[in-house]
């Protein structure tokens, strides 16, 4: 749960940096692409809680 938090975090914080390089006219390109990276990387956090919950839900039955 820790990592999909965190992650989220991480996510919100770079769309924000984006947004403030666009709106001040600078490149965005890195910026860009290291968002996609956090979103790839939130996406594989969330899998593996989902299947985490899964089976331990499977477990307690």
């Known amino acids: 749960m820790k990592h999909v ?8 914080k770079q769309r924000a940096i984006v947004a403030t390089l666009e709106s001040h006219g600078h490149a965005t390109a890195t910026a860009k692409k290291l968002l996609s990276q956090f ?6 956090h969330i899998a593996d809680r989902d299947r985490l919950m ?8």
């Open 5 to 12: 938090v965190t992650g989220q975090q991480l996510v919100d």
């Open 39 to 44: 979103q790839e990387f939130q996406a594989m």
């Open 54 to 61: 899964e089976e331990l839900a499977r477990c307690a039955e």
